[in-house]
């Protein structure tokens, strides 16, 4: 049973189309996250929703677009692809939310991952 | 705000050695979390190691250990008895009192195990 699954795998289009990114937990976790690593391998977080309300939003083009339809779900919708998008595209999730970091390791779990190729 | 260095952009080391990945952090936050995530050559990134600033103890799991030195704003992880399938991408990670339990992460270390 996957836990943080992904899809597609890989994603290769044109700049300029629109495409999305689906993710599914089966944790029951609260809290879901969307992070980007690049070339250089390098991973930044760009969202994060609990319980479907966003809570995080890093300074990402308006072209990106999120949406939690529930708690279990977090999909990524992105417009008008630029060839600075491509990167690998990382789902994440973890059980709870809080603003004390001492609550255990609350670690989060990722998953496989989404190459995305704008050519 | 939360700032992750890793000075190692590669690491070999021979089968059955110990070897240690090098992290130290900046944070202004009165309490963190710190951890260690593994990327192997398929991609997935694992969760491998936490540490809590304030948890007393340097905390261990089977092979992997974190040697945590907060006066030096340290978290080293330690992998014991090197195995091969441990070659592949490290990365220290760290969560703050501000952030809403994003995870900042560093630059990575490519560990090379050889025979």
């Known amino acids: 049973d996957t836990a943080v699954s992904q899809t597609p795998k890989y994603l290769v289009t044109q700049m300029g189309n629109d495409k999305s990114i689906k993710c599914e937990q089966n944790l029951g976790h609260d809290t879901m996250y969307w992070y980007k690593q690049d070339s250089k391998k390098f991973l930044k977080i760009m969202f994060s929703y609990n319980n479907k309300e966003l809570i995080i939003n890093e300074t990402v083009p308006n072209r990106f677009s999120p949406k939690s339809p529930d708690k279990a779900h977090l999909n990524l919708h992105i417009n008008s692809l630029e060839l600075g998008d491509s990167a690998v595209y990382f789902c994440a999730s973890s059980q709870v939310w809080s603003h004390s970091p001492q609550m255990g390791s609350n670690e989060q779990f990722f998953g496989p991952g989404t190459r995305l190729t704008v050519l | 705000a939360q700032k992750i260095t890793q000075t190692q952009p590669g690491m070999f080391v021979q089968e059955k050695e110990a070897v240690t990945l090098d992290c130290t952090y900046d944070t202004s936050d009165p309490s963190y979390g710190l951890f260690w995530y593994k990327q192997p050559s398929s991609g997935e990134m694992i969760f491998l190691i936490y540490q809590g600033s304030y948890d007393q103890q340097n905390a261990t799991e089977g092979r992997y250990s974190l040697n945590f030195q907060k006066a030096r704003k340290s978290a080293n992880l330690v992998i014991s008895a090197s195995q091969l399938g441990d070659s592949a991408m490290y990365f220290c990670?760290?969560?703050?009192?501000?952030?809403?339990?994003?995870?900042?992460f560093g630059t990575g270390t490519r560990l090379l195990v050889s025979p």
């Open positions: 990670a760290m969560r703050g009192d501000t952030g809403f339990q994003k995870l900042v």
